[in-house]
């Protein structure tokens, strides 16, 4: 085929009957094509744009993945910069902020840490204190995850009857066995039992803790 002939208009090449059809066709495609891409033109305005804009701020992390109650060393811990609309509210932005402390739940690599995350007051929410109790059955900690909700009872040996001293009291953490042996063999009357953090209203926290230093307490999963 000729330069010429390319020249060509496509009626005169096609014949007008055969132009005649195709020409709807294809202005309709390209129609399509034209509002396809101003559809996409749209999207791409409305997506958000990348997470690294703004100002960074240190925020600290896990190292690694972590066990609840463990409690935490410099090791286990990193600050990392982030973006500031990245970061939760209550992050923790240094490591002496943690350190030392039991940590509430398990953990992933690469977690921002909040004041929440971490076994105390923050963490048995609002309106309630976090109350280490020991457990008399040591097996029953290995059923608790922080989140459980339990019925503590506190037993009578002279009667062998069992005393409901809360109910709805939520599993803050459970620090590992371990831990929990070495906080028993120091303490005074060198008591057994499985050590856990219970969330409960200050009321009833302060009879659960009373309870528990000379009477042995136990708890049901509700």
């Keep these: 085929m000729t330069t010429n002939s390319l020249r060509t208009p496509l009626r005169e090449r096609l014949g007008p009957a055969l132009a005649n059809r195709l020409w709807p066709r294809t202005v309709l ?42 409690r935490l060393r ?14 939760p509210a209550g ?26 995350r971490l076994a105390g007051p923050a963490s048995a929410g609002p309106g309630r ?8 059955d040591t097996a029953i900690a290995g059923l608790l995850h922080p989140g459980t909700l339990v019925d503590v009872i506190a037993g009578d040996a002279d009667t062998g009857q069992g005393q409901v001293l809360a109910t709805g009291a939520r ?38 803790a009373a309870s528990s230093l000379h009477r042995e307490v136990t708890v049901t999963l509700q």
């Design 29 to 70: 495609l390209r129609r399509l094509l034209a509002g396809a891409l101003f559809v996409l033109a749209i999207v791409l305005a409305l997506l958000p744009g990348p997470a690294s804009a703004g100002p960074m701020r240190p925020v600290l992390t896990t190292a690694h993945d972590l066990d609840s109650g463990v």
């Design 74 to 87: 410099a090791a286990d811990l990193r600050v990392r910069l982030t973006p500031a609309n990245a970061i």
């Design 91 to 116: 992050a923790l932005t240094s490591v002496g902020q943690a350190e030392g402390r039991a940590l509430a739940g398990a953990a992933r690599a690469g977690e921002q840490l909040t004041d929440t």
């Design 129 to 136: 204190v976090a109350v280490p109790v020991r457990l008399g």
């Design 171 to 208: 599993v803050v953490t459970v620090p590992p066995a371990a831990e929990s042996a070495a906080s028993a063999s120091s303490a005074k009357g060198d008591r057994d039992g499985r050590l856990v953090v219970l969330a409960l209203p200050a009321d009833t926290a302060h009879r659960v």
